[in-house]
């Protein structure tokens, strides 16, 4: 009994790879910091979220509510390692490494700042784990394919 125990507990972890594990854990990270700067400091958002032209601000919850969904897709297609999903998240994930220079630049006053200075940073620090998940995700591809571990 002991080894049919040992080997289902095996199947359940081995699942999700990884690679997988590596990006499921950043969406989870980025959405609980969403909901944590949304009700922490909600003037970034209604900042953030405030439309060309001094139209009317996108309510910081249906934000949120369309975030959430989104993040939601892209978290079933990495659990059903769907190949567009493997290369949406790549792509941005490698692009995040803009935010480096962009925060340098917010920085130094030489861009307008999207926020706070702490705000600043934390997005370079997310461009730097970003950036990091995606030299993995491409790691993992040379290795074995879409998806692959790394």
């Given at each position: 009994?002991?080894?049919?125990?040992?080997?289902?507990?095996?199947?359940?972890?081995s699942?999700?790879?990884?690679?997988?594990?590596?990006?499921?854990?950043?969406?989870?990270?980025a959405?609980?910091?969403?909901?944590v700067?949304?009700?922490?400091?909600?003037?970034?958002?209604?900042?953030?979220l405030?439309?060309?032209?001094?139209?009317?601000?996108?309510?910081?919850?249906?934000f949120?509510?369309?975030?959430?969904?989104?993040?939601?897709?892209?978290g079933?297609?990495?659990?059903?390692?769907?190949?567009?999903?493997?290369?949406?998240?790549?792509?941005?994930?490698?692009l995040?490494?803009?935010?480096?220079p962009a925060?340098?630049?917010?920085?130094?006053?030489?861009?307008?700042?999207?926020?706070?200075?702490w705000?600043?940073?934390?997005?370079?620090?997310?461009?730097?784990?970003q950036?990091?998940?995606?030299?993995?995700?491409?790691?993992?591809?040379?290795?074995?394919?879409?998806?692959g571990?790394?």
């Amino acid at each position: 009994m002991g080894r049919v125990h040992i080997r289902i507990m095996r199947l359940e972890h081995s699942t999700l790879n990884r690679t997988q594990r590596l990006v499921m854990s950043f969406f989870a990270f980025a959405w609980a910091a969403l909901v944590v700067i949304l009700f922490a400091a909600p003037g970034i958002y209604e900042q953030s979220l405030r439309l060309p032209g001094g139209k009317h601000e996108v309510p910081p919850l249906y934000f949120l509510g369309a975030i959430s969904a989104f993040i939601a897709l892209l978290g079933v297609g990495v659990t059903r390692r769907w190949r567009w999903t493997f290369w949406l998240v790549l792509v941005a994930f490698i692009l995040g490494v803009v935010r480096l220079p962009a925060s340098a630049l917010q920085l130094i006053g030489v861009v307008p700042a999207q926020g706070p200075a702490w705000y600043v940073l934390f997005q370079a620090f997310l461009g730097v784990v970003q950036f990091s998940i995606g030299l993995a995700m491409l790691a993992g591809y040379r290795r074995e394919g879409v998806w692959g571990s790394v």
